[in-house]
């Protein structure tokens, strides 16, 4: 089965920059999505095709790709950005949604 | 944009099949454009994508739940359908109804609030 790795946690200060990655095998042939899940709410897309905000998205939020890695970047981070962020494609040999482990952002 | 509202059991027992329902509101389920998609999160884990159903009824599924899971469309009543059969505890789980873009690179957005159902006896 196909594996989108994500690391577990990640700690920013705030007016920082956090850096979430997401790393698979072919990735980079891949179209990578990015959802952002605040506690006790549903998920809700925050970038897609690898580099495109959403619609409501703050130009702070940005993704981009580079080899097998993609990486979700959100500039001046605030306390409001506290939340768990997953990658997502899709897996064409196989036909399904792979979603990443989720990576839980904490705003020191 | 559509409004995704899951309604079902919110407690089964082990053995038993979990039906859950997605009412879909503010467009129309039998467009083109779009799958209506299942995701599950275990409590205090993250997201497992289940499986989803297109307007023809064509499905797609997880290869790991496949042997268990049939979702199916109602475009009469706007709304589609999971059941997943032979539940255990490790079924237990938030589980979120979506839309996913038909396309080849699909986007799952929007989610429905999400229910939670466990299993246990």
């Known amino acids: 089965s196909y594996v989108l790795t994500q690391p577990p946690s990640l700690s920013v200060p705030p007016g920082q920059t956090a850096r979430i990655t997401c790393g698979g095998d072919f990735l980079e042939s891949k179209i990578v999505h990015w959802y952002r899940q605040k506690p006790g709410q549903a998920p809700v897309l925050v970038v897609s095709?690898?580099?495109d905000r959403a619609s409501g998205i703050p130009e702070r939020f940005s993704g981009s790709k580079s080899g097998n890695t993609a990486t979700l970047t959100i500039s001046w981070v605030e306390a409001g950005d506290e939340a768990d962020y997953y990658c997502q494609v899709w897996e064409s040999s196989s036909e399904y949604v792979v979603f990443g482990g989720g990576t839980k952002l904490t705003v020191l | 944009q559509e409004q995704l509202q899951e309604s079902g059991p919110g407690l089964v027992k082990p053995s038993e099949t979990l039906s859950l329902t997605c009412n879909v509101s503010?467009?129309?389920?039998?467009?083109?454009?779009?799958?209506w998609g299942w995701i599950r999160q275990p409590p205090g884990k993250g997201l497992e994508w289940i499986g989803s159903v297109y307007y023809s009824g064509y499905t797609y599924y997880n290869p790991s739940l496949k042997s268990r899971v049939t979702i199916s469309i109602d475009t009469s009543k706007n709304q589609f359908s999971l059941k997943l059969n032979s539940v255990t505890a490790e079924d237990t789980a938030l589980y979120f109804c979506?839309?996913?873009?038909?396309?080849?690179?699909?986007?799952?957005?929007?989610w429905g609030q999400g229910t939670l159902v466990t299993v246990s006896s």
């Open positions: 503010g467009g129309s389920i039998d467009s083109r454009s779009y799958y």
């Open positions: 979506a839309r996913q873009t038909a396309v080849a690179h699909t986007v799952v957005s929007p």
């Open positions: 095709d690898d580099r």
